[in-house]
């Protein structure tokens, strides 16, 4: 983003992240795009996946408008602190990745459709940085919530690495995870650029295509 860049490269051990608070942090109650609620309840049969690929103004944009996709918010993933603050994260000392949640129907979308949709709007070979945003909050991750999706996200990770590899990109350095806690962020980054059209958005993908099957699969 354009202000409060974090510049620290190295996560923060635990003993060293801030301490953050009991409460979580207010936000939105609902989706300022297609209103429906951000904390549920969900459809039933709904899943949820959680990404980390730089900003996330963009990074939630690019979810969104997937069909079959019921809902997204913003947040932060992957660190140490509870219910950190916008200003925490951007510290450097709380060890979160700014995430995006993304609730489906997987009937209606695949898991490895959002995945190909994450591998394609960033470049995963860039560290603790995207574009020129950098820091640890804007590293690449895939936290996942099954067996299932820890098997495909890996799969589709050696699968765009040899993509990547054949046009001349480095390695990528996207972690695959467990999700932990996901705490929502500030109402006004939900939805960001739905409420500023015209706002920043460091994101960028590589135009390699990520060649994964995509077809709806049940859900497991």
């Known amino acids: ?36 609620p951000l904390k549920g309840p969900y459809p039933e049969g709904s899943e949820v996946a959680y990404f980390a690929l730089g900003c996330y103004w963009g990074a939630e944009k690019a979810f969104w408008s997937i ?15 509870p219910n950190p603050t916008y200003e925490e994260v951007c510290t450097g000392l709380t060890g ?3 995430g995006v949640k993304v609730v489906f129907d997987p009937r209606k ?8 949709a994450f591998w394609e709007a960033h ?18 991750g895939i936290y996942w919530t099954s067996e299932a999706q820890r098997k495909a996200a890996e799969a589709s990770r050696a699968a765009y690495q040899r993509d990547l590899k054949s046009k001349g990109y480095g390695t990528i350095t996207t972690e695959i995870v467990q999700a932990g806690e996901f705490y929502y962020a500030e109402d006004y ?6 409420k500023n059209p015209y706002g920043y ?20």
Not at 2 to 29: H, N, V, W, Y
Not at 123 to 140: A, E, K, L
Not at 189 to 194: F, G, T, W
Request: charged share 15%; hydrophobic share 30%; net charge neutral.
């Open 123 to 140: 470049d995963p070979t860039q560290g603790m940085r995207q574009g020129n945003d950098v820091g640890t909050q804007y590293r690449s």
């Open 67 to 81: 069909p079959g996709v019921w809902v997204t918010a913003v947040g932060n993933i992957g660190g140490h602190t």
């Open 1 to 36: 983003m354009l202000f409060g860049r974090s510049k620290k490269l190295e996560m923060p051990s635990p003993q060293a992240s801030l301490p953050g608070r009991q409460d979580p942090i207010p936000t939105a109650a609902e989706h300022f795009v297609n209103r429906r």
């Open 109 to 116: 979308v695949s898991y490895e459709s959002l995945l190909k």
């Open 96 to 98: 979160h990745a700014e």
């Open 189 to 194: 980054h939900q939805q960001y650029l739905a």
């Open 201 to 220: 958005c460091g994101l960028g993908g590589t135009g390699v295509a990520c060649q994964i099957e995509t077809g709806v699969a049940a859900a497991e």
